[in-house]
């Protein structure tokens, strides 16, 4: 082949072209229709459409892309969908901030997204597309908001909640960062609200055992079972007396009851500022529960932290000796250990006993090492008891746990309980951008849901959205007011919106059928695609959004809605792309906005540079050197494509000429390397690596090497490139096979071009190396040691010495041992 002229690679010129045709011919639509391929569901977490998308967003988008045309090729009738996580805090803040209404800021930000997704050329089936802010799409998020009311799962409640002073909503535990708000920053303080709950605790149970069922990262399992949080014990009841109300506590040592000296309750619990309401301590629990809210909770729980509290001017009756013993609040304790009140046992436990000598409160021995001995407190292991009752003194503490359990239970005052950290799922949320929740209020006929016929109740027009302590749409006193659906008069609509989470945690099944006007989805459809097949997001959403998805999945499979009860089969967590080694964010002034480098590089580039970065589950450091670098390899596969045009592809058998079966044999190692990479592994920068050194072998051999056998090697190596750089893939698989690639079937490696001739012979002499000799591959263990023998430096390490034993290990080594 001639030496080949100074070509430009101008990715403004090919990626709109191919752009343009597949906005065309509608290539990414796919149908609900059986057509024989069997499905295949790609989704990548829906975004928030606030501002413009970032570097996060492109990785993110990259990686589904790449699984999705792996996928269609390899004969798959693929879903892949697209959306926007619309409603939230962010565009409702951006309105208080700008005055610009959240959904014309909402619009003008999805427009964004829609803009760069088709510059990308992410492969998506716009046919399905919403926004969850929409109202055909909340008609249904309300409609499923019922389903879950009519059987119990939705419940409104008092409750002592999280409430961000800033933002002026209810957040949930899951939204409480070390005490501030997730969203602003701001401390949080504790407020008594009623508010709306799913009964997410009813499914604890399965969705721990369900992990095992799913093919998730260890971790992000791990991170929820923790949240689950399961133990099992005892359930005791301890009565206050003055205000006539029973408090349950949950322990793992019941056969420690005897030894509680005090009750401690956490900040967060919803009756510690009832107790004290009206009375002389209120203030200071006031002030000391929202300095509590702004500790995170690995501080409260340091073993070594000094224990604060303050006492409730109150008493409970120990049910196991009658005993009135004192309440207290007190950070160590947390919400979401049982009840959120704990037995406090000083002599055996070591926080208990720090609180207990801060305060001067009692200590008292209940489990000696051995009868007799006075341990030194607290005495945390195991023994006999005493000081008990009689009936338990003198027992194996873990034997006697059963008894006393059991005894608790005949007398009304226990029973065995398991008990999880787990906690109903808060939903009411006091702003505006949101969800409605489809319940009024009658004064006769109390708590009633609007008729499915009458969704979606639809978001008013408002001209404040800040709030003010309750929800801006309790001024919208048109809409407020209503008619109750049940007798016909005077009611009032609920005011609060749901938490964004709802909208996310069933989007993925409005995809499978987005268009049905008469249903949220029909069974059949999403039976055709559910679970997804493959999800990709954050590890940031491995409690909140993924565990609530599961919730909802569950409960609709149960309602039977669905036929599965886990939403995603397999999900994938990328890593974070970083600048200089730091996280990107505005204040840093690092980020990297990818439209600054598809201008200049190209999506291809862009795209393909994010991919090989590194390992796609790791955080990875962005350089410009190295997009560079990727933008050079794609001109390179490009200008080769062009120079060598459409013509004919072959592909050598094995034993014909030498440069020939080189190219050849790369172009079908790259193909076994990617398939390898790609599929399940997700190693896309290996992939992406393969492909480059295959370039390099075409580009070595471009001057001895056939141009069809170079044109096999460039049409295969644009094959494998296509679902990292599409655009690029397609130009140059064009160019020289005049077909569409995206139409072919994924390439498949020939077993005999993978085997190698020769393979490179280590020779050692008493396990050194010393010399490397190129020998057939299929050569016998005796023509292995000859060669072996002969190299000259074996020879010269083996002369005068006596051989006493060769070791060969065909295809590797021989290693000759000598004395």
């Avoid at 508010?195 to 998730?216: G, H, K, P, S, V």
């Avoid at 005011?495 to 249903?519: G, I, K, P």
């Amino acid at each position: 082949m001639t030496e080949l002229r100074e070509l430009r690679y101008e990715p403004k010129a090919i990626e709109p072209k191919w752009q343009q045709v597949w906005a065309d011919e509608h290539t990414w639509e796919v149908s609900n229709e059986d057509d024989g391929r069997p499905p295949y569901y790609v989704l990548e977490m829906l975004p928030y459409p606030s501002g413009e998308p970032h570097m996060g967003h492109m990785k993110n988008y990259a990686l589904g892309d790449a699984v999705a045309h792996f996928n269609r090729r390899i004969g798959r009738r693929v879903l892949h969908p697209m959306g926007y996580d619309a409603f939230g805090l962010p565009a409702e803040n951006n309105a208080i901030r700008t005055g610009v209404h959240p959904r014309d800021a909402t619009a003008e930000s999805i427009a964004s997204f829609q803009r760069q997704f088709r510059e990308w050329g992410i492969s998506i089936d716009w046919t399905r597309e919403f926004g969850t802010h929409e109202p055909r799409y909340y008609r249904w998020t309300q409609w499923l908001f019922l389903q879950l009311y009519e059987r119990g799962l939705a419940y409104r409640k008092e409750a002592a909640v999280n409430w961000c002073p800033n933002d002026q909503t209810v957040l949930a535990n899951e939204q409480v960062v070390d005490g501030h708000c997730e969203r602003c920053g701001f401390e949080v303080e504790v407020r008594q609200l009623v508010q709306w709950f799913f009964a997410i605790t009813r499914y604890a149970d399965r969705l721990l055992a369900d992990l095992d069922t799913i093919q998730w990262p260890e971790h992000v399992k791990t991170m929820q079972r923790n949240w689950i949080g399961r133990s099992e014990g005892a359930e005791v009841t301890f009565r206050n007396d003055d205000v006539g109300i029973d408090y349950e506590v949950f322990t793992t040592r019941p056969d420690t009851l005897f030894g509680a000296t005090f009750f401690v309750m956490a900040p967060e619990h919803p009756d510690v500022l009832k107790l004290v309401e009206g009375t002389d301590r209120e203030q200071a629990v006031r002030d000391y529960i929202n300095h509590a809210l702004t500790e995170s909770k690995e501080e409260r729980g340091d073993g070594d932290k000094a224990k604060t509290g303050v006492a409730l001017g109150r008493t409970v009756r120990n049910p196991v000796n009658g005993e009135e013993i004192p309440m207290y609040v007190a950070d160590y304790v947390l919400m979401e250990y049982g009840t959120g009140a704990i037995m406090a046992v000083p002599g055996h436990d070591a926080r208990d006993h720090a609180f207990a000598t801060a305060y001067d409160l009692p200590i008292r021995r209940v489990i000696a090492s051995e009868p007799g001995v006075e341990d030194e407190l607290p005495y945390t292991g195991d023994g006999v008891l005493v000081n008990s009752a009689p009936q338990f003194d003198g027992k194996p503490n873990r034997a006697a746990l059963e008894e006393i359990v059991a005894w608790l239970h005949g007398d009304g005052k226990g029973q065995r309980s398991i008990n999880y950290r787990l906690r109903d799922w808060l939903v009411s949320r006091q702003r505006y951008w949101g969800c409605p929740i489809p319940i009024v209020y009658c004064d006769d006929c109390g708590a009633v849901p609007v008729p499915a016929a009458d969704l979606p109740v639809e978001l008013p027009d408002v001209t404040e959205y800040k709030p003010r302590g309750r929800s801006p749409l309790a001024a919208a006193e048109e809409w407020v007011n209503t008619t109750c659906p049940r007798c016909g008069g005077a009611a009032r609509r609920e005011t609060d919106t749901m938490d964004t989470f709802v909208d996310s945690s069933w989007y993925f099944l409005r995809y499978t059928d987005a268009n049905n006007d008469e249903a949220a989805w029909d069974r059949t459809v999403a039976d055709r695609w559910m679970p997804v097949d493959q999800y990709i997001g954050g590890v940031e959403h491995a409690i909140l959004h993924l565990l609530y998805a599961r919730f909802f999945t569950k409960a609709f499979a149960d309602m039977g809605l669905l036929g599965s009860d886990e939403p995603f089969q397999a999900l994938f967590t990328q890593g974070m792309i970083t600048r200089d080694g730091a996280k990107m964010s505005k204040s840093k002034g690092n980020v990297i906005s990818p439209s600054t480098y598809v201008d200049r590089y190209g999506a291809d580039t862009a795209r393909c540079y994010i991919l090989f970065i590194g390992p796609p589950d790791q955080d990875a450091d962005w350089s410009d050197e190295g997009v560079e670098g990727v933008h050079r390899f794609l001109a390179r596969l490009w200008r080769l494509g062009d120079e060598l045009g459409a013509g004919s592809c072959d592909s050598p058998a094995a034993g014909s000429l030498s440069a020939d079966v080189a190219v050849a044999r790369k172009a079908h190692w790259a193909i076994e390397k990617v398939t390898n990479d790609v599929s399940g592994r997700f190693a896309f920068n290996t992939a992406i690596s393969a492909v480059m050194e295959l370039v390099n072998e075409c580009y070595r051999h471009r001057e001895s090497a056939s141009p069809e056998v170079l044109r096999f090697a460039c049409a295969t190596a644009a094959s494998l490139v296509f679902p990292f750089a599409p655009h690029v893939g397609s130009e140059v698989y064009e160019l020289t096979t005049g077909r569409r690639v995206w139409e072919e079937p994924w390439p498949v490696a020939d077993p005999a071009l993978l085997e190698a001739d020769t393979f490179q012979l280590v020779a050692q002499v008493n396990g050194k190396v010393r010399d490397r000799i190129t020998a057939p591959s299929d050569a016998s263990k005796e023509r292995l040691e000859e060669l072996a023998r002969a190299a000259p430096n074996v020879l010269a390490h083996l002369d005068g010495r006596d051989v006493v034993k060769v070791i060969v290990v065909p295809g590797k080594l021989v290693n000759i041992v000598v004395r």
